[in-house]
């Protein structure tokens, strides 16, 4: 029988990996590590990558199995998913990724100016009601914008149509640079708009090398994975997309549909 919550969190205080900062706790405590991840924790200079909405952690943990000369850490709310990875990066003694449990929303309060070179954003939830919350829009742009990199990257991959299409629709409004977009990341070559540089055919194998537990699970449902790979500037005034897209017409692993609305913003 697996462990509970409690355990899990219980086992979580006394890992070295973990830091827990839940909204309640960094409006009274400031996070000491702010702008001090690479001489206080990783103890090199590497860049500094994030997956918000890790989950389980399990991306996560494979990047940092990919990409040795790189730092990453995972950040997610649920403790009780990120326990997995967590437990797996220890008993695999990896030292380039840590797991931080906050609310996305305050993610600013945990890393300065120019801090990290890179974001994955890996199936996040498509939002599709409240743009405001969708981990792409420009509510968490501005904020990503307070510690990411001028011109830094953001990977978006998700099974989601909605989302996909917003996130497109906003990087055009804003004129961001695009590295990489395909509507079907493992659709045949032949069919799939990507550039043949080498520096693309990296990012395609960056983001298909990893398949989480839940992104098997809507492959083997048919559902085709989109992704894109694009850079966010420092400066310019930021705009959300005026279209109407069409809510999906499925719904992933535990999401359940909460409104008859065809179409949304």
């Known amino acids: 029988m697996g462990k509970g919550k409690l355990a899990k969190f219980a086992d979580m205080e006394t890992y ?24 206080q924790y ?9 997956e918000l909405g890790c989950g389980k952690g399990e991306y996560a943990v494979e990047l940092a199995k990919q990409h040795p000369n790189l730092n990453f850490i995972g950040v997610d709310i649920k403790g009780a998913r990120m326990w997995t990875g967590a437990t797996l990066a220890l008993n695999e003694g990896l030292k380039n990724v840590a797991f931080l449990r906050t609310n996305i929303e305050i993610i600013d309060r945990f890393f300065t100016k120019d801090e990290v070179q890179e974001i994955w954003l890996t199936f996040s939830d498509p939002q599709m009601k409240n743009p405001r919350k969708r981990l792409s829009s420009t509510y968490f742009l501005e904020r990503y914008r307070h510690f990411l990199t001028d011109g830094g990257i953001i990977h978006l991959k998700t099974d989601s149509n909605f989302l996909f299409t917003y996130t497109c629709a906003l990087v055009e409004r804003n ?7 395909t509507d079907d990341l493992y659709g045949k070559p032949e069919n799939q708009d990507i550039p043949e540089e080498q520096e693309s055919n990296e990012a395609l194998h960056a983001a298909s090398s990893i398949q989480t537990y ?12 989109k992704y894109i790979k694009f850079h966010l500037p420092q400066q310019g005034l930021l705009e959300e997309p005026d279209i109407e897209i069409e809510l999906d017409d499925y719904r992933s692993y535990h999401r359940t549909k ?3 609305l065809e179409k949304a913003k």
């Open 16 to 39: 070295e990996n973990v830091f827990q900062y839940p909204y309640s706790v960094v409006s009274d405590v400031e996070f000491p590590m702010r702008g001090h991840w690479h001489e």
């Open 42 to 50: 990783f103890k090199n200079t590497n860049p500094i990558v994030l």
């Open 175 to 181: 004129g961001l640079p695009v590295e990489l977009k």
């Open 214 to 225: 839940y992104e098997k699970m809507w492959l083997e449902r048919g559902l085709s994975i």
């Open 258 to 260: 909460r409104s008859s």
